[in-house]
């Protein structure tokens, strides 16, 4: 009669084990993926006293110089160079996956520092959202300081968003900025990409549902100071964000642009 060694036993565990894990895995129904992101697929033309902009970016990685779409005249090549100009950034098409939708402005009015709005809302690859620390160091940023500051919103609770003070890292550029952002999706939002990871794997594994995520950021490039810049921020976020939420925004807006 032959016996079985401890590392044939274990083995068999293990085969076992995840033998009837797939099995379990097969009677499971499937994943309810939600296509709601909780917010309009759109930014507004107009904010109060701010004009939106769209902008194009030059896809040559030795240019990156970005225009106003209004300033082109129906121009479809960079200006500069001569290369296609594109709606996304070379280092975004580079890194997201390609059913990522984004859109993007610049606000602008009178007296005040331009506003870089941008959304993205994920595809079925959840790489379509990450740390945004990962791409404001790659765009040649340094962050200084982080905190998160509760923005007062008309009738409901204040917003937490994420507020990172920037520099260039070449530092013969002294121009200090303020990049604030925060993620909405499922009925939730979070300054926080750790907590949002963790209720996507909760609802995933308890609640047999995927929803899709949506990630807003805000770029002051020029804020001139912290306090101007956070009070920049807050300001137009008062008047932006009721906005986003509503079904029935004050102007219509383009479409979010897949690349």
């Not at 033309?45 to 110089?65: A, M, P, S, T, Y």
């Not at 968003?161 to 121009?175: D, G, H």
Request: aromatic residues 6%; positive net charge.
């Amino acid at each position: 009669m032959t016996s079985r060694s401890p590392t044939g036993r274990a083995l068999l565990v293990v085969v076992i084990v995840l033998g009837l894990t797939s099995l379990a895995v097969r009677r499971l129904p499937p994943v309810v993926v939600s296509k709601d992101f909780g917010l309009r697929p759109a930014l507004p033309e107009r904010v109060g006293d701010w004009v939106g902009h769209e902008i194009l970016f030059c896809q040559n990685e030795q240019c990156l110089k970005t225009f106003d779409r209004d300033e082109l005249t129906g121009r479809t090549n960079c200006p500069a160079c001569g290369t296609p100009l594109d709606a996304w950034a070379p280092g975004e098409k580079a890194l997201l996956p390609s059913d990522t939708r984004l859109v993007r402005r610049v606000y602008r009015a009178t007296g005040r520092p331009a506003i870089q709005v941008s959304i993205v809302f994920s595809g079925g690859d959840q790489k379509s959202i990450h740390r945004p620390q990962q791409c404001l160091r790659g765009q040649g940023l340094v962050i200084e300081a982080s905190a998160t500051l509760d923005v007062p919103l008309p009738r409901r609770s204040p917003l937490p968003v994420m507020c990172l003070i920037v520099r260039p890292a070449n530092r013969t550029m002294r121009e200090l900025g303020v990049f604030g952002y925060w993620f909405i999706g499922g009925g939730r939002e979070t300054p926080s990409h750790l907590k949002r990871l963790a209720w996507m794997a909760w609802d995933r594994l308890i609640h047999n549902r995927a929803d899709r995520w949506a990630y807003v950021s805000v770029y002051i490039p020029e804020a001139g100071s912290v306090e101007a810049g956070q009070a920049l921020l807050s300001g137009l976020l008062r008047q932006l964000v009721p906005e986003l939420e509503s079904s029935t925004p004050g102007s219509p807006s383009p479409p979010a642009q897949p690349y």
